[in-house]
């Protein structure tokens, strides 16, 4: 008898429960469970409907990033003997860095050292000399590592 008086009280406290989560104005069992049915059907509707604006903010942001590529950010330093390198991209690209070796390779800039990240942004600090077999200045490292990186997204 207990038992069953237990279960009489759990259940009216959790329909009491169901009722203020809902907001519901019912009072029999029956029209409190349809109310916290159509609460959740809402609540599904709106899941959905953000979802959908969720799919649509990024397809627009995807389109801009082609229309309009994220910036890119190189700045060379002459220093005693050769350059200090920063490149920073919002976005990488595969194969980016490669390119970008083998423009130092190209203008014969030996790197002596280099931290690099490359997952979702692009990041590089180098330190590299030049060679004794050709000179080269802090503008012709930029340019050629511009291009690098322009033609790198091209190809992506």
């Excluded at 709106?46 to 649509?56: C, H, P, S």
């Excluded at 994220?70 to 920073?88: A, D, R, S, Y």
Aim: hydrophobic share 40%.
């Amino acid at each position: 008898m207990v038992s069953r008086e237990h279960e009489r009280v759990t259940l009216r406290e959790n329909l009491q429960l169901l009722r203020s989560v809902t907001k519901s104005q019912a009072v029999k069992k029956t029209s409190i469970i349809i109310d916290a049915s159509n609460y959740i059907q809402e609540l599904k509707r709106k899941v959905e409907r953000l979802n959908q604006d969720i799919a649509y903010t990024r397809n627009v942001s995807e389109e801009m990033s082609i229309i309009n590529p994220p910036p890119i950010k190189v700045t060379v330093q002459t220093m005693e003997k050769g350059f200090l390198i920063n490149i920073f991209s919002e976005k990488s690209c595969p194969g980016l860095l490669v390119s970008i070796l083998e423009v130092f390779d190209n203008l014969g800039l030996n790197v002596h050292e280099a931290r690099v990240a490359c997952a979702d942004t692009f990041r590089l600090e180098a330190v590299g000399s030049e060679n004794q077999l050709q000179s080269v200045n802090d503008q012709v490292v930029k340019q050629a590592v511009l291009q690098a990186i322009n033609k790198c997204r091209e190809t992506n």
